[in-house]
């Protein structure tokens, strides 16, 4: 007979199933990661052919899609049997490719390539790199088609400009070159500090600060060289209004997101300062202009690209309706995400701190957030109380790209209500109460 759900001993019993289910999955996913660096290491034609076998089967997609190691093995592995199956065996995308971290640079150095291409960020550079190994047969037609999808938004512009070049069969003079780029500053947090300060005496210190009114300071808490390199890129491709400066501040072992930004907020008297993630790539070359026009307006504190107008009971931003427009990539395909369309500058009571823009300093509070959550809420309300705006500007284009890997995918874990009402369920979610059981080859 079945437990009534609310007694005492049914709770304890679902507990109990879902440790034994998560021991399960977790020892399930060890072996399949063994497996695929098994075979990575290998690096034969026969090796990478019972990889990309297994890994295309239907239960270890719909087990381990939301893993996002495995992912970047995924859509690598969907190439690789795409070229088996043309029989394309010379140039496959897996070759020469020995283990996970390699697959998933990889995957991400012909991503950036094609995202350069598509927003004419450094484009007849990234036109050049690929076309070259598409000569050289370093990479297939089949995988930069596959590529092209899972990346551009503008797919047959990307491939029109690739062919065009290896029509052309020469190479294009680059529009500039890494000289030209803003050096960032670089805070190591694994060097000691000379200074240590309170959260009140940081409060001190930002009131008697004088303040440069026409310098921006982008700041990046950074653990991926890749996406550091990226990111500085495109703020490298900005246009700079007349009369102001940028400076870059990127930080490097953080203990958290607050630590962080604290240490570059004190090393920058720039009286706009962009907070971003390393993964965040800006797109409107006007960006700096448009921030001023919002900044006109002294109440206006912060700005983001995507928040909510009213928080959910969780506090968790994106489980509640949001507002904004960003491009999003979460590793298998790309969405220009209109959240809601706005025509003036909307006051909300958060944003998402994959990008976050200031006027005024506040010190973050590192005293409470000690890791890489919730801060971007904690620093809306610090705003909020002393009486600023926090605010989502319109935008008939999307401000930003952001290459926010498989975190939608593991919102959906739980199930994911939006506003239509529907409840959005990831297989994995329907699993829990049958993990699929593999015998991962070796």
Not at 34 to 56: E, M, P, R
Not at 155 to 181: G, K
Not at 360 to 378: A, C, H, L, N, V
Request: net charge negative; aromatic share 12%; glycine share 4%.
């Amino acid at each position: 007979m079945k437990q009534p759900a609310d007694t005492e001993e049914y709770v304890e019993s679902s507990i109990l199933e879902d440790e034994q289910w998560h021991k399960e999955y977790d020892e399930s996913l060890l072996s399949l990661t063994d497996s695929i660096s098994h075979f990575l290491k290998v690096n034969t034609v026969n090796s990478l052919y019972t990889l990309c076998t297994f890994l295309t089967t239907p239960d270890i997609i719909k087990t381990f899609r939301n893993i996002p190691d495995i992912a970047h093995c995924l859509v690598a592995a969907n190439i690789t049997a795409t070229e088996f199956n043309n029989n394309i065996t010379t140039t496959l995308y897996l070759k020469d490719t020995y283990d996970i971290s390699g697959v998933i640079k990889k995957n991400n150095y012909y991503k950036f390539l094609l995202l350069n291409i598509e927003y004419n960020v450094d484009r007849n550079n990234a036109l050049n790199n690929l076309t070259n190994d598409i000569r050289n047969k370093k990479i297939s037609h089949i995988a930069i088609e596959q590529l092209v999808k899972t990346t551009s938004l503008n797919s047959n512009y990307v491939l029109d400009c690739l062919s065009n070049q290896l029509s052309q069969d020469i190479s294009i003079n680059n529009d500039y070159t890494i000289t030209d780029f803003k050096t960032p500053a670089i805070i190591d947090c694994n060097i000691p500090q000379t200074n240590t300060y309170t959260f009140k005496q940081l409060y001190d210190i930002t009131d008697n600060i004088t303040y440069n009114n026409s310098q921006f300071c982008f700041i990046i808490c950074s653990n991926n060289n890749q996406y550091e390199t990226e990111c500085i890129k495109y703020i490298n491709n900005l246009t700079i209004p007349d009369g102001y400066t940028i400076d870059i501040i990127v930080v490097h072992n953080a203990s958290s997101m607050t630590s962080g930004y604290n240490k570059a907020m004190l090393a920058s008297h720039a009286k706009y300062k962009i907070y971003l993630h390393q993964d965040v790539f800006i797109l409107n070359k006007n960006f700096l202009s448009d921030l001023l026009r919002e900044f006109k307006n002294p109440c206006t504190g912060m700005i983001g690209i995507v928040g909510s107008e009213k928080l959910p009971q969780t506090c968790i931003m994106w489980y509640g309706w949001r507002i904004g427009h960003f491009i999003s990539n979460n590793i298998y395909h790309t969405t220009d995400s209109v959240l809601e369309d706005i025509k003036t500058p909307t006051r909300v009571e958060a944003i998402d701190g994959f990008i976050m823009i200031t006027q005024y300093d506040i010190p973050w509070r590192e005293d409470i957030f000690t890791g890489w959550d919730f801060y971007d809420i904690s620093q809306s309300f610090e705003f909020r109380k002393r009486n600023y705006d926090v605010i989502i500007p319109p935008s008939v284009h999307a401000w930003c790209f952001h290459d926010d890997g498989i975190t939608f995918l593991r919102l959906l874990d739980a199930g994911l209500t939006i506003p239509s009402g529907k409840t959005i369920v990831h297989p994995l979610a329907r699993q829990r109460r049958g993990l699929v059981k593999i015998q991962f080859l070796r």
